[in-house]
């Protein structure tokens, strides 16, 4: 059975960094291409990034495209999600994705 644990979300102040972390398990890690998703309140879910199973290509949404950085260590069955030079706007709910599957979400709140 697939499970998705993510963790790595809290409060942070404008223009400040975190680093989301998602723990996979039940499934061919490696193989799997990775998504982020996040949902902030009052807004539907959106897509954020993606990395490939092979060579780790890497997409982004054009909200975050130059301050987040998805990346993973198939050794350790993880992805991350480096976030940089945050915003109010990046306040929300952020959750890993893979083939139908989400983990609970982590809460990520911009604020000062």
């Known amino acids: 059975q697939v499970h998705l644990v993510e963790s790595g979300g809290g409060l942070v102040q404008p223009g400040g960094s975190l680093r989301l972390s998602c723990v996979a398990s039940?499934?061919?890690?490696?193989?799997?291409?990775m998504q982020w998703f996040r949902q902030a309140p009052g807004k539907q879910r959106e897509w954020v990034a993606l990395?490939?199973?092979?060579?780790?290509?890497?997409k982004y949404a054009d909200s975050v495209k130059g301050r987040f950085t998805i990346s993973r260590d198939n050794d350790k069955d993880t992805v991350y999600l480096q976030m940089n030079n945050l915003s109010p706007e990046d306040t929300a709910i952020y959750y890993c994705?893979?083939?139908?599957?989400w983990g609970q979400g982590t809460q990520v709140s911009v604020s000062s």
């Open positions: 990395i490939g199973s092979v060579g780790g290509e890497a």
């Open positions: 039940g499934f061919f890690f490696s193989r799997g291409t």
């Open positions: 994705y893979f083939d139908g599957y």
